[in-house]
């Protein structure tokens, strides 16, 4: 149903602002830029455009190749603009929210559990899709877009992305069958092309892993590892570098991983949550933060006292939910 009232509300709109979240990531791409393509192509005389923060997408996704020749700078934004905001529903984390804000009517869709925390005209949110990108997806088919295999491979990156190639989605069938709707239409050598550049290593990475393997904890059925600035600085990384709490993942006797990540600069630590089951979210939420029950994240200002306390709340949780599943 919503995704009937989305597709006749872009037809019926001349003006449309795509944007995307703040760090996007695969997905959001998939549903700004890559929806954006999608629309362009079936809609070539509707004035289409997106906010983009053109430097970190550039340097991000690099192999993707973006044109940034759709990117308005947002000062031109009115009422007569209808906006469009996948993959968040948190008005703060809109990259340019406050042209966002000026549109004259909202769209959010979202696959995260949060509330919305702004008004929008249609809010279509499903938390059972694996990703934000299979609504985009949808919302695409009921507008009868044909698909090529440049906006394919950037609907694919995001269900990629999201879903971990397949393996978050688990029985959830509908990534795979979109997928394979997908694949129909892009050629070998760019799928190619995406997966080498999705799972390239560079040797900043392998210094971060061996960093990682070298110094992680494992106590209690919790792994974790603290970036401090300090050790940063020692590897010569940015704070956003450090963002890959899944290379402690699924470690023997272990039910969930953190990372917490000391953003000096910026004054704060990045909390990374990752379980194979415990409702990591709840733990997140205390600490100001959500995100997935198996995926969440958190800030908190620097204070290594209060990480100790979130380890402990951690090991206290999956104790419990170990005895509640029989696990342990
Ligand atoms: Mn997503």
Request: glycine share 6%; net charge positive.
């Amino acid at each position: 149903m919503k995704i009937k009232l989305i597709a006749k509300k872009i037809k019926e709109s001349k003006k449309i602002v795509l944007f995307h979240h703040i760090m996007a990531d695969g997905d959001s791409i998939s549903c700004s830029y890559g929806l954006l393509k999608s629309l362009k192509s079936k809609f070539p005389k509707k004035i289409i455009k997106w906010v983009a923060e053109i430097d970190f997408l550039k340097e991000r996704f690099k192999f993707l190749n973006i044109d940034f020749k759709d990117v308005i700078s947002g000062k031109e934004i009115d009422k007569t603009w209808t906006g469009i905001i996948g993959d968040n529903a948190i008005l703060e984390r809109i990259y340019g929210s406050e042209f966002f804000q000026k549109t004259g009517y909202k769209i959010c869709f979202d696959h995260h559990k949060n509330k919305i925390n702004f008004k929008a005209n249609i809010f279509y949110q499903d938390s059972t899709l694996g990703a934000s990108s299979i609504q985009a997806y949808y919302i695409a088919k009921e507008l009868n877009v044909k698909y090529n295999s440049k906006n394919a491979i950037l609907a694919l990156f995001g269900i990629l992305t999201d879903t971990g190639f397949f393996k978050y989605s688990l029985n959830d069938y509908r990534p795979l069958e979109i997928a394979s709707q997908l694949l129909k239409k892009i050629e070998n050598n760019e799928l190619d092309e995406l997966y080498k550049s999705m799972n390239k290593k560079t040797q900043k990475d392998l210094n971060i892993q061996k960093f990682t393997l070298n110094n992680y904890k494992l106590k209690n059925g919790v792994a974790y590892l603290k970036w401090k600035h300090k050790d940063q600085q020692k590897l010569n990384i940015k704070p956003e570098d450090c963002a890959k709490v899944n290379l402690i993942s699924n470690i023997e006797n272990s039910g969930a991983w953190i990372f917490f990540i000391e953003y000096k600069e910026k004054n704060f630590i990045r909390i990374e949550f990752r379980s194979s089951g415990l409702p990591v979210n709840e733990i997140a939420k205390k600490f100001g933060g959500g995100g997935h029950q198996r995926a969440s994240g958190a800030k908190i200002n620097i204070d290594w006292n209060l990480t100790n306390k979130i380890i402990e709340e951690t090991q206290k949780q999956l104790k419990i939910y170990n005895k509640k599943n029989k696990l342990d």
